[in-house]
């Protein structure tokens, strides 16, 4: 398994980092690993909506990866999953106040399944790149407006 984490602080209030973040649709806008994203279950964000993002893959090509939230504490915490046959993703948003904006967390964890899972030893390496792009879009998409 591999594991990502950043820290991020941000000037926006704790509700509008957790409401900007919580879209999981709109995770395009910062992380280029993210080609495209719809909510495909639920009329907004909370447990039970679905969210289909298009994931850049390892060598070039992309693949659909469905979302689903299994936890939302607005404005603190929500955590969404998606499995495939190749991979398991659980992310994990934390969101704090801290002095006049907040720091958000973002936790990420990545295991490759089936025949996949002989990749797992080398997946950290990657994965540690491909995180530190998609933090450096975090920290551009809040900022305040």
Known sequence: ???YEVTIASPLS?????ERLAAVERFQ?????????KQIEGD???V????ELEVKGFVGNSLPLVYKTTSFDEPFRFVIVAESKALRSDDVITVVEAGSG?????AADLVLLGLFAIGNPLLGLAFDRIGDRAA????????AD
């Open 29 to 37: 806008e910062w992380d280029p690993g993210v080609s495209a994203g």
């Open 136 to 143: 450096a879009g975090l920290r551009t998409f809040l900022e």
């Open 1 to 3: 398994m591999a594991h």
């Open 102 to 106: 907040c720091e958000v967390t973002y």
């Open 48 to 51: 039970g909506a679905s969210f």
């Open 14 to 18: 704790q509700q509008e980092a957790f």
């Open 44 to 46: 907004r964000p909370g």
